[in-house]
């Protein structure tokens, strides 16, 4: 119950916020909190109560039974660090938003809403289940680009929504098509995991899979709606697509294929090193080409996730270990570069590169905050983003060595993008835009908690890594198991 | 209660005579509860009748029931969004006989049922179409009188033909192998097809949403593709496995599906994108009917109810907004008048086929369907289909939400309301617990 507790109370709270914001507006973001909170309690209550075993806790009810679906949610250290994730994300946006006056009850409800979904992916093991909350993920985003954007916001949230809806189709074809491959109609991952399935359908079902992951990861030349979307949404919006909607994708790499297409994966996955390493280089290029600081940083997650692409298709306990911490690490980098470039936003009114400048004089908090979260994207030692990177690496030598050095030379481009970002922001004189007002305490709160959260895993990863062994070590040996 | 199943049609009938008989002196207020009360009760004993006659003509089996309580549902709802000023009193009882007929032709189990059923809705069909007489409105009724007229000499053909071949009326008479049976099957194919507006034979619909009263358009949309969707369900098995049937059901099922959604893509007004919208439908219908997957009838009559909560929605919508029911007019709508925006943004969605609504799992049924038969050039279409359709709707849906917002014409009637409300309840309920629509469907197999 514990889990379905995790994807409901985000959930209610968001109806809730939604109803006590129509009473008085500032009620709705106390009971966001006191809900995604109790979100974060019931977590820390499956962690008491794991059991031993590969998975920490498995619920399944049933859900309609006649049409072989049912509830079946399971928790692991990758899902559970995922669901972590997501609950803080939820919690960091909405004490961010906290004085939002444009909408405020509908914005905190879409937020947690936001992270009801994809707490949803992150439990799921029915596929129907898991492909239910993969669309759903997409409507509270949708709203978040499309209400409260800027600029061209609707075309934005109707490319977003449009190049991740049709992904999904790819995914839900391959669910209906493992759904009705059994001697009866089972959507239960493990089930099939179980039984197998045929290789050469393995091949297919993973194409369809990885047509909804990689789009959503972004992969180029799948990338094209996230740009956009970034540079479009608000600043929590930016926020929550970078460290939470691109994680679902990574996740779903990371769990799915070897959990139901080894065998397949065993064929693809040289395709996906190679895509991979051609998204890292030209998300990491594109990234130094670009005056708009969010699109700056939209293209660096690009880069970031074709690395953890080539960490999974890679294959190796290294690799996948690195593209775990990757996960995580990007997720706290990206948040913290879009918190910091919206605040900038906020006090200037530009994100153009051109434009500003002088910060370390002006306003030296944004400063330092700044200088941290360039050095985690390009992977300065001491951060978690280094970790990720190094292991991704050493997994990679023992791929081909190849692999291994294009990530080393997309690491050197992204000191050139990350630099070029840093000196146009930080250092020089103003240019047009002087940014006079420091961090407020209620933004430097979640830059702090950004920040620890970097440094402690960069140099503690041992919590994170003990999570991740077990999802790790399942997919080396499946990956094993299948490999003729 | 030893019930044969067919009283929900006796009560229609009855309530559309009373409805006619007092029409001319009685107040609209009357008239319209006289209707809404024999669709009530018809829609009650639906759901309560037990028994299945089978008559050569009729059954009252549970897929008739089901269709009569789904068309008793579309005619309350075209009942709540009829407005005074478009409708004369007459309205109600059109509404009511054209009811009727979709639940005959639910039950049409012979020739002649089917036709006095299609018959019965389409000219209660024109008569409401008329009855603004605007322009539209009547280009609209022309349109379908015209249309309507070949598409049933053409029905009528088809079934002169198998009678000719086989001296036989019943559904039973078209598993003939005769060639000339195979020619009637095409002929009756493409009759049913005009009334459940399949490319080519669609010309009428997108002027029926635009141009008709949206009650008429509820009508069409859904009570008379029930109706057909059932009288195909029980065609289906009669019919040879890899003959006319079959192939025509495809073409025309592809040419629905990629004109319907390409020609909604560049739609400025609501109803009108609607009814290509509906027109793609239709085709996703005909695709899992051409299928041949092993639970035909389960999808089929899970898509058409899921479909019916999101048009009843939209079209009341539509029908609020009266004109003004196009991208232009339809910005802000969420922050003007949060009720019709809130539940028009949910039933857009559920078109679309997004979770928590539950157009999602009318889209697990198609592709599931088609899966599972192994036509997968049928679910690519019915794939790029829907990857097409999330534009258009999105496109709506977006504007929804614009913050350049125009003033609107006026707040929903009770009565609108009503049906906004209940269709966002089913859309929003089904939509996290499909099982018990999903058990009622299995349980009304034809």
Known sequence: MALIALILLPFLGGIFALIAGKAEPTAARIVAVVFLFCGVLALAWTYQHAEAGRWMMMTREPWAPAMGMSIILAIDGLSFIMVALSLALGLLTVVLSWNATDRAPLLHATLCWTVAASNGVFLAFDLVLLAFFWELMLVPSFLLIAIWGHGDREAAAIKFLIYNAIAGLGLLAAVFWIGASGPTVSFDAFEVAERGLPPTAQIWLLLGFALAFMVKLPVPPFHAWLPDAHTQAPTVGSILLAGLLLKTGAYGLFRFPTLLFPQGMEVLAPYGLILGAFGTIYGALVACGQTDAKRLVAYTSVAHMSVVLMGICGGVHFSLMGAGIIMVAHAFSASALFLLIGAVYDRVHTRDLRELGGLQRSAPRFAAAFALFFSATLAMPGTANFLGEALVITGMFQVNWLYASITLVSLVVSVVYGTRLFQRIVFGTPRKAQVTVDLSFRELGPVVVLAIGTLLFGVLPQFLMTGLDPAVNSAVEALRAATP | ?446
């Not at chain 2, 085709?283 to 009917?289: M, N, P, R, V």
């Open chain 2, 1 to 446: 209660m030893a019930t044969m199943g067919l009283e929900p049609l006796a009560v229609l009938g009855l309530a559309a005579v009373i409805a006619m008989a007092i029409s001319p002196r009685a107040s609209d207020g009357t008239t319209r509860s006289i209707a809404a009360l024999g669709l009530i009760a018809a829609l009650i004993l639906a759901a309560g009748s037990q028994g299945a006659l089978t008559s050569a003509l009729l059954t009252g089996d549970a897929a008739a029931r089901f269709g009569t309580g789904l068309c008793c549902l579309s005619g309350l709802a075209a009942l709540a969004i009829l407005r005074p000023a478009s409708a004369p009193r007459e309205a109600p009882a059109l509404i009511l006989l054209a009811t009727l007929g979709a639940s005959v032709l639910s039950g049409a189990a012979h020739a002649a049922t089917l036709f006095v059923g299609l018959e019965l809705v389409t000219l209660a069909l024109i008569a409401l179409t008329v009855l603004p007489r605007s322009a539209p409105a009547l280009e609209a009724g022309y349109k379908l009188l015209i249309l309507g007229g070949i598409g049933a000499a053409t029905l009528l053909m088809g079934l002169a033909f198998a009678f000719a071949a086989t001296g036989e009326l019943t559904f039973a008479a078209w598993s003939s192998t005769d060639r000339l049976v195979a020619l009637g099957a095409a002929l009756l194919l493409a009759g049913l097809a005009f009334k459940f507006s399949l490319v080519p034979f669609h010309m009428w619909t997108p002027d029926i949403f635009s141009g008709a009263p949206a009650a008429a358009a509820i009508v069409a949309g859904v009570a008379s593709k029930v109706g057909v969707a059932i009288v195909l369900l029980r065609l289906q098995p009669q019919m040879p496995a890899t003959g006319i049937w079959q192939t025509g059901l495809a073409a025309l099922g592809i040419a629905s599906v990629v004109l319907g959604n390409l020609q909604a893509l560049r739609q400025p007004s609501l109803p009108r994108m609607l009814g290509f919208s509906s027109i793609a439908h239709s085709g996703y219908l005909a695709l899992i009917l051409a299928s041949g997957a092993a639970d035909t009838a389960q999808a089929v009559l899970f898509y058409i109810a899921t479909y019916a909560p999101a048009l009843f929605a939209a079209l009341a919508a539509a029908a609020i907004l009266d004109r003004d029911a196009n991208l232009t007019g339809l910005r802000g709508l969420v922050w003007a008048q949060p009720l019709t925006g809130a539940v028009l943004t949910l039933a857009l969605l559920s078109l679309a086929g997004l979770p928590l609504a539950v157009g999602f799992w009318a889209k697990f049924q198609l592709f599931s369907a088609l899966a599972q038969a192994g036509t997968y050039g049928l679910l690519a279409v019915a794939i790029l289909g829907s990857a097409a359709g999330l534009y258009f709707y999105l496109r709506f849906t977006v504007t929804l939400f614009r913050r350049d917002g125009v003033d609107f014409p006026r707040p929903p009637h009770w009565q609108e309301a009503a049906v906004l409300l209940a269709a966002a309840a089913t859309i929003v309920g089904l939509g996290v617990y499909p099982g018990p629509l999903y058990a009622l469907v299995t349980a009304s197999l034809p």
